[in-house]
């Protein structure tokens, strides 16, 4: 059970590393950071200019400070009670976007991601800078397939890499903003 997790977190920093091309000057916002994952394996590939989690469950965000603290990187992240579908940050301010999704099951419901994943792309696309990189992970494909249609002109898919994790196949979908 440990070699599928190192397994999968191996997938996801490859993916982190391959599509977003980290730079020690990169702004890095991580929508429904949840506890702190991918904030974490970001960091370990390298310094950021700037990086921000934001989740909407303030239990989760005590979750992200416990394991940033943990993983020794207390100090190189802001994290905020946000919604990721409503941010106060000013547009183009972030060149990285990540978030682990809610899948439906075990957080929030295919009905509210329904709704949540084509906002969160609207709003994703107005933080993010021509040439933005985002990377989303989902286990709701199709559902995220769907949402991305509905931006044609603000994000070009670049790719999608399927994970097993448990007994669900999770996708890590890549696009880039377009300028």
């Known amino acids: 059970h440990r070699d599928l997790h190192l397994s999968i977190r191996r997938q996801r920093q490859m993916c982190i590393r391959d599509s977003t091309q980290p730079y020690a000057d990169d702004r890095v ?3 429904c950071c949840g506890s702190g994952t991918l904030l974490i394996e970001r960091l370990l590939l390298g310094p950021a200019q700037r990086v921000i989690g934001c989740d909407i469950n303030p239990v989760m965000l005590e979750y992200a400070r416990d394991n940033i603290q943990a993983a020794g990187l207390a100090g190189r ?3 905020e009670c946000w919604d990721a579908t409503a941010l106060p940050l000013d547009n183009a301010s972030f060149d990285v976007i990540i978030a682990d999704l809610p899948f439906g099951q075990l957080v929030g419901s ?6 949540l994943y084509p906002q969160l792309l609207g709003e994703a696309a107005r933080v993010a800078m021509p040439g933005t990189r985002l990377v989303l992970l989902t286990h709701e494909l199709r559902l995220l397939e769907s949402a991305a249609e509905q931006f044609p002109n603000l994000w070009q898919p670049r790719g999608v890499v399927r994970v097993r994790s448990g007994g669900m196949t999770p996708g890590i979908f890549m ?5």
């Open 29 to 31: 916002l991580n929508l």
């Open 77 to 79: 992240v802001r994290l």
């Open 110 to 115: 295919h009905a509210e991601n329904e709704r």
């Open 175 to 179: 696009f880039e903003r377009v300028v």
